[in-house]
């Protein structure tokens, strides 16, 4: 399978999931360090970042996918998402003694991946109709799990266990943040979405429009009288679809954004967003990165209040500075090297190249000699 395109609007939306997950763990740090009115608003959209995250690595997929594939390499194929799943949860494994309050995703993703190979080449109406049972099913799962497992504390408490089928229950199904079957139906979604956006039959506008009334119906009638109530629910019908409306709002406002035909506004907009794009070409590298620091910072005893408070705005612009100039200087990031040779998708040559992003791909210079980074729209 020859090297897939490189898509503005993927790596766009990649680093807003990835910054939106670190905003939320630094923001809980300091809640103090912006005025509530703006920290409230961009933690509403950060709430919904490994949705967000999910559904970009479900388009990731729909584009890879994209074209004719024979039995060979649709099996090479579910072979390098099955790895990666394993990877991304030996990584989660190997940051645990690092997490300290973080509860780390990585491994809900690695299995939300290794539940999703049997799905990845299927139809999309097969993945609309699989993603919506999984919805259904999911909050129902977790909580007849979690009470069956209320006798069993050693396999409901992983991190006091350290029993590993405590942590592949967690990771499933009791997890209090994530759970595998609460991100599963993003990502089949994803592929749907991904695959309607690339043969330009589901207008952005559309899924923005849409998003923005359906998240504005849910908080209004659903979220908030039970905030009030005190009977909101985590990984609850409620949070899963308050989730998956904020992120298709992203979602599509983004599509929309990239696929402005004005050349004076796409050259602006992918200039603005060029830090944004480089993070997301190396989000695991980033996470890996942030939980890193918040540790150093957590058990150093350094205070995050009074005159400390900048400490979290520190990791969080010292983050996307990296990103700008890792991008720049080398490209792909060192933990999605050593992902790409562990899933067989790429070999080690590859990950001793240097890859670095070009100025141009953003709209900075023009080189008639190459192109410029395509988004969904073809022009």
Known sequence: MSKPPRYLLVDTMRGLAILGMIWAHVHGLSPTMMPEAVTGAISQMSGAATPLFMLVAGTTIAIL?????????????????????IGLVLIGLALLPWSGRVDIVLPYLGITFLLAVPFLLASSKILSICATVIFILSPILAKTVTQALITLPQLLYPQASHNPLAFLAQWIF?????????????????????????????????????????TVGVFLLFV?????????????????????????????????????????FSCWFQKIGMPISLAGRIPLTLYVLHVLLLFTIMSDGWTLAGSQWLWPAIVFVGCLGFAVLWGLTIGVGPVERLLGVFSLRHNLRWALTSQPAKPQEFGFRRIKARQPARTFNRR
Do not use: C
């Not at 997890?175 to 207008?203: D, N």
């Not at 909101?232 to 409306?245: C, L, N």
């Open 224 to 264: 908030h009288p039970q905030q009030d109530a005190g009977t909101y629910i985590r990984g609850g019908f409620t949070e899963m679809s308050f989730d998956i409306t904020r992120a298709m709002t992203v979602y599509g406002l983004m599509s929309w954004l990239t696929s402005v035909k004005n050349t004076k």
């Open 65 to 85: 996918t994209h074209g004719q594939m024979d039995s060979k390499r649709r099996r090479r194929f579910r072979l390098e998402y099955f790895l990666r799943g």
């Open 174 to 214: 009791t997890g209090h943040a994530y759970h595998a079957t609460w991100l599963l139906p993003f990502m089949l979604l994803g592929i749907v979405a991904g695959r309607l956006l690339l043969a330009q039959r589901l207008p952005a506008k559309t899924i923005t429009l849409l998003g923005f009334g359906l």
